[in-house]
């Protein structure tokens, strides 16, 4: 079975506090994705990566970095949490030209 | 510009009560239309893929379908545990393109 996994179910943190979002995918997938979910909006892409240390921006980066040390896994960064940052966090892995595949996700909270 | 448009936002249906999704796209060189399903709180499950006009997919009560400018998902004889949000995606270069999803209620 396929496997992405993310560090935290749920998390609650103080507004300007740097908060780490940890994945990671057991496929030997080269594309990772984060991406936050909120009511109405559906799924907004933050930022992908094709490649080990490469990184690209997606939809709504501000306010969010990556990092990608390693190829099964993808860091996400708020360098500074914001109550509008609160929201569903989602981490994403595939090949080349295939489905995509999820993890749990993340239910962040910025209190 | 890419994108996916999923109607209706929100469908109920009685236990048995066949009816379709609906997910339209516009995309430069489609690579693939995906169909998920998402449990409240959790991550968006694959359930299909298809790359080409034409193409359909059977998963137990599910059926997805492609045209060249939209996809439906067939849910037949549908059971409450059926209920769900329904995503769609398309895939462009490097990255998927979702729809905001259909709620479906299943009532016993």
């Known amino acids: 079975d396929v496997k992405v996994t993310q560090s935290s179910r749920y998390l609650v943190k103080r507004t300007g506090e740097k908060v780490f979002l940890e994945c990671v995918q057991d496929?030997?997938?080269?594309?990772m994705f984060w991406y936050r979910q909120d009511p109405g909006l559906g799924l907004r892409l933050i930022y992908f990566?094709?490649?080990?240390?490469?990184?690209e921006k997606g939809d709504i980066p501000e306010g969010y970095s990556v990092s990608r040390e390693k190829k099964e896994r993808f860091s996400l960064i708020l360098e500074s949490a914001s109550t509008n940052q609160t929201s569903m966090y989602l981490c994403?892995?595939?090949?080349?030209?295939?489905?995509?595949?999820f993890g749990q996700g993340t239910r962040l909270t910025v209190v | 510009e890419d994108q996916v448009t999923q109607s209706p936002e929100a469908l109920r249906l009685q236990e048995g009560e066949s009816s379709s999704l609906n997910c339209s796209y516009t995309?430069?060189?489609?690579?693939?239309l995906f169909w998920y399903r998402q449990d409240p709180g959790k991550g968006p499950e694959f359930l299909f893929t298809?790359?080409?006009a034409g193409e359909e997919k059977e998963k137990e009560r599910l059926k997805a379908t492609l045209t060249k400018k939209e996809s439906f998902l067939h849910i037949t004889a549908p059971k409450p545990e059926d209920s769900a949000t329904y995503l769609c995606?398309?895939?462009?270069?490097?990255?998927?393109?979702f729809g905001t999803g259909t709620r479906l209620k299943v009532l016993a």
């Open positions: 994403a892995s595939s090949l080349q030209n295939t489905e995509a595949f």
């Open positions: 298809l790359y080409s």
């Open positions: 995606a398309v895939q462009a270069p490097y990255k998927y393109i």
């Open positions: 496929m030997d997938h080269e594309n």
């Open positions: 990566s094709y490649d080990v240390k490469m990184k």
């Open positions: 995309v430069s060189g489609l690579r693939g």
